[in-house]
């Protein structure tokens, strides 16, 4: 049986506690995910999917509930921890890429590592290694106002996976690309789950693409609402 890297039980979470004008996001997510798995999270906009990643990924803190993440108690792991955790143990990819503009794309690369304490040797060697990975050697001088929509979105995915993470988390990753782009893209996800192991949660509003990923949960509502097989290849295979 595959060793479990996310449980959540019970999430809930609520914005202006204690106010007249309270509101739930999220009302007891139960969510497992076994290492190496290719999940797709999908809804429409306002069903909780990015409150939801927020809380997978330590960038907010749940209200009620339990989570582990890699064995991780994440309520009893203080503000240093989750720095951490965020920094090694998870690789973010998001719609609007996040890339610092004033620099360049070998640059961006190496941003974790540096956060992370490692030589500047190591930093350079690592970012070059994963940018030939994503076909961006030649780009790799380049600021990202000087790349497409994929080339930015591929150095977003070679940042992910600078620190080599055990999770990627992949919000809306294609939202912003054009069909053959995205296509691209989910390509690179695919790889990454197959060849390296990389456990991937995508949250999506396309039901193509999270067709292609293992599992498929359904939330609506701040409720997961439904949970099936996805076919776990790409769309014309």
Known sequence: ????????????KRYFIGQPNELEVLHGIDL?????????????SGSGKSTLMNM???????????????GVDMFRADDRDLSAIRCNEIGF???????????????????PMLYAG?????RKSRAIELLRMMDMEERMKHSPDELSGGQKQRVA????????PAIILA??????????????????????????????ILITHSPELAEETQRILT???????????????RADS
Do not use: W
């Open 56 to 70: 997978i990924g330590a960038l907010d803190r749940p209200t009620e509930g339990e989570y582990s993440l890699n």
């Open 118 to 122: 490692k030589s500047r040797s190591v």
């Open 171 to 200: 919000d809306e990753p294609t939202g912003a690309l054009d069909s053959e782009t995205g296509r691209m893209i989910m390509d690179i996800f695919h790889r990454l789950n197959k060849e390296q192991g990389k456990t991937i």
């Open 157 to 164: 995915i070679a940042r992910a996976m600078a620190n080599d």
């Open 1 to 12: 049986m595959a060793e479990v890297i996310i449980d959540m039980k019970q999430i809930v």
């Open 93 to 111: 990819v998001f719609q609007t890429y996040n890339l610092v503009a004033r620099t360049t794309a070998l640059k961006n690369v190496e941003l």
């Open 219 to 233: 939330l609506k509502d701040g409720r997961i609402t439904g949970c099936r097989k996805g076919s776990g290849k």
């Open 32 to 44: 497992q995910v076994s290492k190496g798995e290719f999940v797709a999270i999908v809804g429409q």
